[in-house]
């Protein structure tokens, strides 16, 4: 059985920094790369960030670039998102994703098949 169990969600003012973790708890599956989501209110779920295990490339929606840092932590089998210089339209729910396929770049939904519960960001103006 796996557990994506996230963390680090909550209210900053614009302008503001937030980390989100999510920890990937299995005794049994490999996570080959791993990710997040967002979605806002009435809006479709967006990708954000993706990491593959080897971290050397990780990837970034274009309206996070330069703001937001995803990073491994290998010992703790976990992913970081280091959300700086935020502004109200990056409030949204998160969600942490993992994949346990090998893939060439994980940057879509469909690359993921494990989800974790979502953690609220609210970022007021």
């Known amino acids: 059985q796996v557990h994506l169990v996230e963390s680090g969600g909550g209210v900053v003012q614009a302008g503001g920094s937030l980390r989100l973790s999510c920890e990937f708890a299995?005794?049994?599956?490999?996570?080959?790369?791993m990710g997040w989501f967002r979605q806002a209110r009435g809006k479709e779920r967006e990708f954000v960030a993706g990491?593959?295990?080897?971290?050397?490339?990780?990837n970034y929606a274009e309206s996070v670039k330069g703001r937001f840092t995803i990073a491994r932590d290998y010992a703790k089998n976990s992913i970081y998102l280091q959300m700086d210089g935020l502004n109200p339209e990056d409030t949204a729910v998160y969600y942490c994703?993992?994949?346990?396929?090998?893939?060439?770049?994980?940057?879509?939904?469909?690359?993921?098949?494990?989800w974790g519960q979502g953690t609220q960001v609210t970022v007021s103006s």
């Open positions: 994703a993992a994949s346990t396929s090998w893939r060439d770049t994980y940057d879509r939904a469909r690359d993921f098949d494990l």
């Open positions: 990491i593959s295990w080897s971290a050397d490339d990780p």
């Open positions: 299995s005794h049994t599956f490999f996570n080959y790369g």
